[in-house]
Structures are given as structure tokens and as C-alpha cells.
């Protein structure tokens, strides 16, 4: 089962994004800033990691660079209702893809279901 680790400081957004996709086969798990989510990260095998930029204790874009040297291949999607030059800089050091805040529906969803896709064919491969 595929897992997704969905990290945002605003509990509205992450339940958002966790009801996106609770009726597919994805194992979802939610942290509230970015320290909690690289323990997270450290600690599990998560196939997409969703965050925000904007958060206390640790921002988006050091999460992300901790989260690439420490496992290159997992797939990051950045987000945020901030300034879109952030989403330039999460994408620079790292980020698979961006989006804005609020979010589109149906490219967003599209966006995680193609990632997922994507790596459960490079498993069946590998």
C-alpha cells in the first residue's frame, strides 16, 4: 500500500488533503511542521511526501533538502499560499512539483496519483 505523508501547520489544509484521498488504497499520515514530519520521514517509508513551505519550527525548503539527502528517490510535492517565488526555490533543492494555495482540485489529485503510479511501476521493475 502506498504511503503518503502529508506535513502543513494549518489542520484544516492537511484533513483537506487527506480527504482527497481516503477512499483510495493510500495510507495517509499527517505532521503539523516540519520537524515532526523529517522525524516522520526518518522513521517511515513513505512513497509522496505533501508540504507546505510556511511553518513553524522548520520551513518547507530545509525539510525538503534534509528529506532528499536522506532518501534521493521519494517523490515531494511543495505547496503553499505564500509568495509563488518559494515554490521556485522548493523546486530548486528538490521538490518534484508545486502548487499554490488553494490548491486545484483536479490537477493536484492527478499530480499525487501520477507520482504514485509512477512509483509503483519503477517497484515492479526494480
Do not use: W
Not at 488533503?17 to 522525524?39: H, R, W
Not at 528517490?73 to 502548487?99: E, Q
Amino acid at each position: 500500500m502506498k504511503k503518503i505523508l502529508v506535513i502543513d501547520d494549518n489542520m484544516l489544509m492537511r484533513k483537506l488533503i487527506s480527504n482527497i484521498f481516503n477512499n483510495k488504497c493510500y495510507l495517509l499520515d499527517e505532521a503539523a511542521n516540519g520537524s515532526d514530519g523529517l522525524e516522520k520521514i526518518i522513521k517511515n517509508n513513505y512513497d509522496l511526501v505533501i508540504t507546505d513551505i510556511l511553518m513553524p519550527e522548520m520551513e518547507g525548503i530545509e525539510l525538503i533538502r534534509h528529506t532528499k539527502r536522506l532518501n534521493a528517490a521519494i517523490r515531494i510535492i511543495a505547496i503553499t499560499g505564500g509568495d509563488p517565488l518559494y515554490l521556485s526555490l522548493a523546486k530548486k533543492f528538490g521538490a518534484d512539483h508545486a502548487f499554490t494555495k488553494p490548491l486545484n482540485y483536479y490537477s493536484f489529485k492527478n499530480t499525487v496519483e501520477q507520482f504514485l503510479d509512477e512509483n509503483q511501476d519503477l517497484k515492479k521493475v526494480g
